[in-house]
C-alpha cells in the first residue's frame, strides 16, 4: 500500500503538467492522452514476530537472507523506527519500547 501510495501521489503531482500538455512527453504520445507507466510491486522481504524478542526475516537482496533470532527483531525494531514519518512518532516509539523493556507488557502498576 505505501508503494502504490507513493506512485499514486507521484502520478496525481504530475496531472497539471499532463493537462497543460495532453500528447505528453514524444515516448508516451497515443491517442492525444498522457499515460502513466502501470504500477509495479517491488518486494523488500518480510518480517515476521516469533514471540519472546525474537524474529524471522527474509529480505530480498541480491541474494535471499533469512534470519531468525534477537538479531532479526533488532533488524525489525530499526526498519520499524526508521519508517514512522516524525521525529517525535519515532521518539514516542521508542520510548514505548524502552519502558517495555524496563517494566514488562504489565503497565497498570506504573
Known amino acids: 500500500a505505501a508503494q502504490e501510495g507513493a506512485y499514486l501521489a ?3 503531482n504530475r ?25 509495479r510491486y517491488k518486494h523488500f522481504g518480510q ?3 516469533l514471540g519472546g524478542e525474537e524474529a524471522a526475516a527474509q529480505l ?4 535471499d537472507w533469512i534470519s ?3 538479531g532479526s527483531q533488532w533488524l ?18 521508542i520510548s514505548d ?3 517495555r523493556f524496563m517494566f514488562g507488557r504489565d503497565s497498570s502498576r506504573i
Open 10 to 12: 507521484n502520478c496525481f
Open 47 to 49: 518480517f515476521a514476530p
Open 97 to 99: 519500547w524502552r519502558r
Open 15 to 39: 496531472m497539471e503538467q499532463c493537462e497543460k500538455n495532453p500528447e505528453g512527453p514524444l515516448r508516451f504520445r497515443g491517442a492525444g492522452r498522457h499515460r502513466f507507466h502501470p504500477f
Open 76 to 93: 525489525w525494531y530499526s526498519v520499524y523506527a526508521s519508517k514512522q514519518i516524525s521525529w517525535r512518532t519515532r521518539f514516542l516509539v
Open 60 to 63: 530480498e537482496l541480491p541474494f
Open 68 to 70: 531468525v533470532g534477537r
